[in-house]
């Protein structure tokens, strides 16, 4: 079937559809990552995202059913410059195809994903329609014109839990309790912490700070999430109410939080870090960890530097931009990562920093 993409200057690309028939609006943003698309289609934090795959090969190993983040396809629309529907790997148990009809996604294929990333480069991440069955120009427009974005909204409400529940009841010699806030989680972060050794309960986004503390965790973890970090007040206002009582550890979206609620802000990048490839400097060991990332907002430096009585340190800078990767806070016993520990591309650079939760548990005991 016949699909296009519209960007919101006005730049159009043709191409194929596949997936599911319709209609849909987004943030178009570009991933390098070669391999990983199931789990990209299925990390909350692309909410409201139409994701690029700049790997111009996509489809070929099929999907299957363990390499997921989270319980269905989060992301609002993909774009691939291939799309392969013959699959081979023994794992797979269907086609990329028909995973994206199952959950009503629509795709594009047989575009330049090259020029629309360099587009994105030089222009900055903006937002797009793709459709496969209106191809009126002006209409899209019209309709692309008044898709309101992602800056000051709030989208962690589409993809956090409901109600709380007990990710690992099971564990055996476990070390210590600890409550995650669920602003958009992946699995295998779930999994990570649960190989450190720490039971989990995990809880809704939107649970007040008295309900956290009056568990007694031993500490308190802030996941990843979707959109602007600034327009989560309630999670802001729950994070300042938390941090200094309790351990306090936080990714992506929860790094952002941290800054956020002690006073610190935040800006949109120009169009975001999305991908398994980036370089990340850890300034304490001076080694070069490779990381996974899926992030259009930022800390900002100048605001962390006009914070008073906050003892502060960066500990990680990403070598493509100079942004800041992680942030230690010395005497709140909190620390935050902007990548993604748990994906590993490196293939483990990172997965230390699963550990270091425990040790200043540890030390916040004592």
């Not at 909410?47 to 997921?68: A, F, H, L, R, S």
């Not at 992506?252 to 949109?268: M, R, S, V």
């Amino acid at each position: 079937m016949k699909a296009i993409l519209m960007l919101e200057d006005g730049t159009i690309f043709k191409g194929k559809g596949f997936g599911s028939k319709g209609e849909i609006t987004g943030e178009v943003v570009f991933n390098t990552s070669m391999t990983g698309y199931q789990e990209i289609l299925t990390d909350p934090s692309y909410n409201e995202q139409i994701v690029t795959m700049t790997y111009p090969q996509i489809g070929n190993y099929g999907v299957n059913e363990k390499d997921v983040e989270s319980e269905k396809i989060q992301l609002s629309g993909l774009i691939v410059k291939e799309y392969l529907d013959y699959y081979s790997n023994w794992r797979a148990k269907t086609s990329l195809n028909d995973y994206l009809k199952k959950y009503n996604i629509s795709a594009i294929s047989d575009i330049d994903t090259r020029e629309l990333t360099r587009h994105i480069r030089v222009k900055g991440a903006m937002n797009g329609i793709l459709s496969t069955e209106n191809f009126d120009f002006n209409y899209l427009k019209e309709k692309l014109d008044n898709y309101p974005g992602l800056i000051g909204r709030d989208l962690v409400k589409n993809v956090t839990c409901k109600k709380s529940y007990c990710y690992n009841s099971k564990i055996k010699n476990f070390k210590y309790n600890i409550i995650v806030i669920d602003y958009g989680i992946k699995l295998n972060i779930l999994r990570c912490l649960n190989d450190s050794g720490f039971k989990i309960k995990v809880v809704p986004a939107f649970t007040k700070s008295e309900e956290i503390l009056n568990e007694n965790p031993d500490g308190i973890f802030l996941s990843n999430g979707p959109g602007d970090p600034a327009a989560i007040d309630y999670a802001i206002k729950t994070v300042s109410e938390i941090i200094g009582k309790k351990p306090v550890f936080g990714i992506c979206l929860g790094h952002q939080l941290i800054a956020l609620a002690l006073g610190a802000k935040t800006y949109k990048l120009k169009f975001g870090h999305h991908g398994g490839n980036h370089p990340v400097k850890n300034l304490k060991t001076g080694k070069i960890e490779i990381t996974t990332q899926n992030h259009g907002f930022n800390v900002d430096i100048k605001s962390l530097k006009k914070l008073k009585n906050i003892k502060y340190k960066i500990t990680h800078l990403n070598l493509n931009d100079g942004t800041i990767e992680g942030i230690e806070y010395e005497n709140l016993n909190a620390f935050s990562v902007q990548h993604h520990p748990e994906a590993g591309p490196g293939p483990h650079d990172s997965r230390y920093i699963f550990d270091k939760f425990g040790y200043i548990i540890e030390n916040f005991k004592k």
